[in-house]
């Protein structure tokens, strides 16, 4: 066994022991780091192959990469997390595109290469460019650069995308059979971009933490198909680690909105909020103060938080930490509910949650915490829409009827903080602000829980 095999053996068991800290807010950021280090050792592995030459034109690579990444990263706010994630996966995946041009070049069109390297490359660079177009229309939409709400072409979308993809598929095939003409791998490339481009663009703001992840995991199995092609074992593993976790969480997200991922990536849901609610003689709504709200809660025996998108906007998460200390402080139990699809990305919440070193065993997942709500003196809502509505489980004509919900309903008294009433991602009014139970707390989330926690002080 050569060094460099050992040296990939110790970067895989570092992946996958890094992949292991992520499971919780304590060891997330410790299995980070160790996955960054497992990356390390690959890539000093990779140099160490013989005949790897280029050694300035790499480091000069990795050094423009850190300069840009490194800052990125530190500067960015937490609302703004999912479409980082979404551009800085999106480059992994057109990294992987342009790769598979380069080997198509420096191969003469994959002639004196197996059939297989062929096929591998072409796959990496479909797959890769698909991805790397989709989550900058993903990034787009997050920072509202375009429109939240789906766009496309309505009956003759999908057409249009089956055409793109037949194209594209026939591009490499011709290249597969022995044609070298770098025109037909440029048309891969093209035709795969447009598909990534028109196969996002439908997608509503309701969907988008599913795509971020169904993008996540496309970018991997490019990466995998890549390792594949060049006899890169970092890659062949690192590529399936990310493809397989990326497409397993797809699979969850999409069961927790009771969708399948095919009628996600058909479109059409979700308009990335809309216009404030109608309301009529019928369908009024109860104001309350911060003041009324610090009576309420601190007379309850359980308070159940309901964080949504409108927290990470307001970035309210250490207000919510500290008005939930003095709860605790004076007997009440505080628990925070987590819908999978609550936010922009998967685990949006929990992430917030966890900068502001809210204990890990008070977030409780949707499942664990539903059967608690009847239990449950006051449920808070910031900023959570769609995922509380009820008339996902009542209304058969709404666009969210069968997606499994929190039931905040069911508690005995709801407050619910919110600039106003404007609809949530997928458009549609949520019936829980028109309960006689549900008193709103109107304004910016952060500033409302502060009033409300100086209310409390005060008691």
């Known amino acids: 066994m050569t060094a460099v095999q050992i040296l990939y053996i110790v970067a895989f068991a570092l992946f996958v022991y890094g992949l292991m800290g992520l499971t919780g807010p304590r060891t997330a950021v410790r299995g980070n780091w160790i996955a960054a280090a497992g990356m390390g050792v690959a890539v000093i592995a990779t140099l160490m192959i013989p005949g790897m030459g280029n050694w300035w034109l790499i480091l000069l690579g990795l050094a423009i990469g850190a300069a840009v990444g490194v800052p990125s990263a530190r500067r960015v706010k937490m609302t703004a997390m999912p479409q980082m994630v979404a551009l800085f996966n999106g480059v992994g995946g057109g990294a992987v595109a342009l790769i598979a041009w380069v080997e198509f070049r420096q191969s003469d069109g994959f002639a004196h290469e197996a059939a297989y390297v062929a096929v591998a490359s072409l796959f990496a660079a479909l797959v890769g460019s698909v991805s790397f177009w989709g989550s900058l229309i993903a990034f787009g939409k997050l920072q509202e650069i375009l429109p939240g709400r789906p766009i496309g072409a309505g009956r003759l979308q999908q057409p249009i995308n089956l055409l793109l993809l037949v194209g594209g598929l026939a591009c490499g095939t011709a290249i597969v059979a022995g044609a070298s003409a770098e025109l037909l791998v440029i048309g891969l490339l093209v035709l795969s971009a447009a598909l990534g481009v028109l196969v996002v663009l439908p997608i509503g703001g309701a969907d988008m933490p599913v795509v971020i992840s169904l993008l996540n995991a496309l970018t991997g199995?490019?990466?995998?198909?890549?390792?594949?092609?060049?006899?890169?074992?970092?890659?062949?593993?690192?590529?399936?680690?990310?493809?397989?976790?990326?497409?397993?969480?797809?699979?969850?997200?999409?069961?927790?909105?009771?969708?399948?991922?095919?009628?996600?990536?058909?479109?059409?849901?979700?308009?990335?909020?809309?216009?404030?609610?109608?309301?009529?003689?019928?369908?009024?709504?109860?104001?309350?103060?911060?003041?009324?709200?610090?009576?309420?809660?601190?007379?309850?025996?359980?308070?159940?938080?309901?964080?949504?998108?409108?927290?990470?906007?307001?970035?309210?998460?250490?207000?919510?930490?500290?008005?939930?200390?003095?709860?605790?402080?004076?007997?009440?139990?505080?628990?925070?509910?987590i819908h999978p699809v609550a936010g922009r990305m998967p685990g949006h919440m929990n992430v917030l949650l966890a900068e502001a070193d809210v204990p890990y065993d008070r977030l409780k997942e949707m499942d664990e915490i539903n059967g608690e709500f009847a239990r449950t003196d006051v449920a808070i809502v910031i900023g959570a829409n769609d995922v509380t509505n009820p008339a996902a489980r009542t209304d058969p004509s709404s666009p969210i009827y069968g997606m499994p919900i929190l039931n905040v309903d069911e508690s005995r008294s709801v407050i619910v903080l919110k600039r106003g009433m404007a609809t949530g991602f997928a458009g549609v009014d949520n019936a829980l602000y028109f309960d006689p139970r549900t008193a709103m707390l109107f304004g910016d989330a952060k500033a409302s829980v502060s009033d409300v926690t100086e209310e409390l002080k005060n008691l």
């Open 221 to 337: 199995l490019s990466a995998a198909a890549m390792g594949l092609a060049l006899d890169n074992t970092a890659l062949i593993v690192a590529g399936m680690i990310v493809g397989a976790s990326g497409t397993i969480l797809t699979n969850l997200m999409a069961k927790a909105m009771n969708r399948s991922i095919p009628a996600i990536v058909a479109g059409g849901f979700g308009g990335g909020g809309g216009p404030a609610a109608e309301v009529d003689g019928d369908r009024t709504v109860r104001r309350t103060s911060a003041a009324d709200a610090a009576v309420q809660m601190a007379y309850a025996n359980q308070v159940i938080v309901v964080p949504g998108y409108g927290m990470a906007v307001a970035q309210a998460q250490h207000a919510v930490r500290e008005m939930a200390d003095l709860l605790e402080a004076r007997g009440v139990a505080v628990y925070y509910a």
